[in-house]
């Protein structure tokens, strides 16, 4: 993986960078959600300023001249203009609201979006899949990472926008000098001099908050560590809770741990320690400022520069502009020590796609004649030097069942990986039809191939959803692939109680997380809906890769003999350890070490003494049954 500059190396503006990446991400997946966010801090920001300068506008007149007529002509502006902020600002914030509702979950489906187009082997690799822990862990425990940004990003607009209207505010204050002449401290005040020193204080204070800030964050954060570590080990913990929690009694494991935790968290005492440290310079520089800038104020208005009115409004303006400053420091610092969060982002949305996609059109056969070959075939995995396959050289073609045997890591998963190109082989070629597979496009070739794993996934989604691997989809199709693989009892039972309730069976869900109303299944039947979903994508290879493994010898027999009948003209390819299951099969390959050993039907190959089937099939014939 790529890796970028450390944090203390990097640039401004290569920080810059780094955050405006982030922006225009959010900005894909809620289009336009900066400006839906600054709208409302717009006029939230303005009604503060508004306030102040009416009211100072208010007590002039009224330690001035105090003219009725135009005393309440300012009150009625004061009244109306408020109230017409106010409304503004809240249906402008209830849009907001809608329009950026559930950030966190669509962050969480962009980067599902872009799993799906990962390489194989990066979703296999240890190293990306720890990162994806490290971006959700930073997310829980840091609030870092994108949902830091997007916080952080109307933050930041909101102390702009004070700066703006709080400097448009106070400047005049600054030009404004008494007629008389003054000696002394009052001489200064009224000079210009004192001007640039307000300035200079100004710059140091952001300065230093912005230099604060981004050591507090950086302390915190490495107090914090322990935490993020503790939220990704019980997050495993909440999907231990079953049988084995009860019988061993190892929800005390987990309570202990917990309590361990809670009882000395010395990450938040470290955490405090940091906070308190950090804060109270935080406090003393904003306080040290504020003095000045009051003391400031005072004297012009001691020495007649404006009115009692003007005091109230620069003091008001020149409080906010401090904050303004300061919370414009501690968000800058923040986002630059984020960035180490958006560093490890980054390298997980850039991960490299080195598969070459050709752009050969799959040849679209009514009879379905396909021949698929491997001519030569050697692989290993990245990262090491060893061969999961080694000169594989076979060829099937549609219609046959195929069957491929041998003992555990004996290179079968791996053989239908590069089969499926999930991978692609490091030494030889497969052939589609006597064309090279890396010559078709990735998508059509992929469009060939219905595979059930050993590890197949079924979501908590509804039955349907389940089958057709999306929501949208054929009825009829779905209830007749569902009874072909073997639920058909079970969904006459389901069909039963949907109308009491008023809907299809297929809509129950599979499980009960979601929804109160799910089902539960039963292994073997979570295994059928698999092999249902397998038939209703209608792929001319259809491919079991040991999905069967948890049951005995002679179920999974029965499961394999059931799925080639009715699989009719498909090419079949079932895998197993177990010889027993594939013993229908009219091919059967076995696998030894990475390397193909012998092939031929399972008469031949038991008839071969010296054969490792022969020696495979005896070692397990006692677990079957001959029929």
Known sequence: ??????PDKRTLREDAALIWRAVKIWNGIQPHFWFISICPLLFDSVAPYFNLYMSASIINELAGGCDVHRLIVLVAITVGGGFALSVISRLLNSKENVATSNMAKKQEEFLLRVQNDFQYKHIEDPDVILLRSRLFAAGNAFGGGMMRVYWSFPWIAERIINIVFSTALTVSMFTMTAACSFSGFLGFINSPASALVIAALIIANAALSLRITGERITKENEALSDLASLNTRLSVYDRLWGADMVVFGLNRIVTDEMRKHNLRPKWIEKQNRVSIKYGAYTVMLNAALDTAL?????????????????????????????????????????????????????????????????????????????????????????????????????????????????????????????????YDPTEGKILLNGIDITRYRYDEYMALFSVVFQDYTLFDFSIGDN????????????????????????????????????????????????????????????????????????????????????????????????????????????????????????TIMVFDRGSIVQTGSHDELAADVNGKYNALWYAQAQYYTEK
């Open 467 to 586: 089958v057709s691997a999306s929501f949208g989809y054929d009825e009829e199709k779905v209830r007749d692939c569902l009874i072909r693989a073997g639920m058909g009892e079970k969904l006459e039972k389901l069909n039963a109680e949907a109308a009491e309730k008023g809907m299809s069976a297929l809509d129950f869900a599979i499980g009960r997380d979601y929804d109160s109303e799910g089902i539960d299944l039963s292994g073997g039947e979570r295994q059928k809906v698999a092999l249902a979903r397998a038939l209703y994508k209608d792929a001319p290879f259809v491919i079991l890769d040991e999905p069967t493994a948890a049951l005995d010898p002679i179920a999974e027999a029965e499961v394999y003999e059931n799925f080639n009948r009715i699989a009719k003209d498909k090419t079949t390819v079932f895998i197993s350890h177990r010889l027993s299951s594939c013993r229908f099969c009219d």
């Open 1 to 6: 993986m790529k890796r970028r500059s450390e």
């Open 294 to 422: 009051f003391v400031f104020v005072a004297a012009k208005a001691f020495i007649g520069v404006f009115g009692i009115g003007s005091f109230v409004l620069y003091q008001g303006t020149i409080g906010r502009f401090i904050g303004a400053v300061s919370g414009l420091a501690i968000d800058i610092g923040a986002l630059r020590q984020n960035n180490r969060f958006l560093i490890q982002l980054y390298e997980y949305l850039d991960m490299p796609n080195d598969m070459y996609k050709g752009t050969l059109a799959v040849e679209k056969r009514d009879d379905l004649d396909y021949e698929i070959e491997f001519r030569d075939v050697s692989f290993k995995y990245p990262r090491t030097d060893n061969y999961a396959l080694r000169h594989v050289s076979m060829k099937f073609k549609i219609g046959e069942k195929l069957a491929i045997v041998g003992e555990n890591g004996s290179g079968k998963t791996t053989f239908i990986k590069l089969l499926c190109r999930l």
